[in-house]
């Protein structure tokens, strides 16, 4: 499957290690204080676009979740909370993110039920139709290859089952995307580089997003890679986008 423009978008322009390896040490440096600069950065408007997303797979009632790109955990946990699934399973290349997941994920005392690993979202350690429902929050757009991992998401989803990704968008709104524009490629980055984070990471995170083939293009590479039943929901003006898609019975 041949790269995407977005996918040649990096976080250190001047590393030689490809994209998923720089994407795994961005994430490994920001680890510690990743959720609390989501907090602050979205004003908490973050968790209500998360329970959006998992709100789209209650009519399913999915027995197994695979939550890709999990990160620290938090859809993982939130996703337990209002699915009660049998089992989730968390999978990320940042062994970091993962550690911090860990201890959440015990302190809630869930580790019977969500379980997290090291693993590669364009190469998933599952047999094909392996679970009832995918989910990826804030992810897609780090894959080196967007359509090769969506064909993993849809290879181990089991047929009739659905996938949900949660991604930030370009507001469509002139006003509205000028201050997005603004928050994103300068505040954001200003504010993280004062609380002592990576603000090189933070600059990626907004050349990511804006590089990104959102709302009706990413539909049209869902339906490419096999999708039914796709579309799109904007959130918060168009700042942030649902995408579903469905894996067909046959």
């Known amino acids: 499957m041949a790269p995407l423009p977005h996918d040649h978008i990096v976080p250190f322009k001047d590393s030689g290690l490809n994209k998923k390896e720089q994407v795994s040490e961005m994430f490994d440096r920001i680890a510690g204080r990743y959720d609390f600069m989501n907090r602050f950065l979205s004003a908490g408007i973050d968790t209500i676009w998360r329970k959006k997303a998992i709100n789209k797979f209650k009519r399913d009632a999915p027995v197994t979740i695979l ?137 990626y995170l907004c050349e990511s997003a804006n590089s990104f083939p959102d709302r009706r293009h990413f539909v049209e590479i869902l339906n490419k890679v096999g999708y039914a039943d796709t579309g799109f929901k904007p959130l918060s003006l168009g700042i942030c986008c649902i995408y579903t898609g469905r894996k067909p019975l046959s």
Do not use: C
């Open 67 to 203: 939550d890709v790109a999990t990160g620290t955990a938090d859809m993982a946990i939130m996703a337990y909370r209002k699915l009660r699934p049998e089992k989730i399973i968390g999978i990320d290349i940042s062994p970091q993110m993962l550690e911090i997941g860990k201890k959440k994920i015990e302190k809630e005392g869930f580790g019977n039920v969500i379980e997290l690993q090291i693993s590669d979202s364009e190469a998933i350690k599952f047999p094909e139709n392996s679970f009832d429902a995918v989910m990826v929050a804030f992810g897609v757009r780090n894959f080196e290859n967007l359509e090769k991992g969506l064909s993993e998401m849809f290879r181990v989803l089991k047929p009739g089952k659905r996938l949900v990704v949660l991604e930030f968008s370009k507001p469509k709104h002139k006003a509205v995307r000028s201050l997005y524009n603004w928050y994103m490629g300068i505040v954001a980055p200003k504010m993280a580089h004062w609380f002592r984070q990576n603000k090189e990471a933070y600059r």
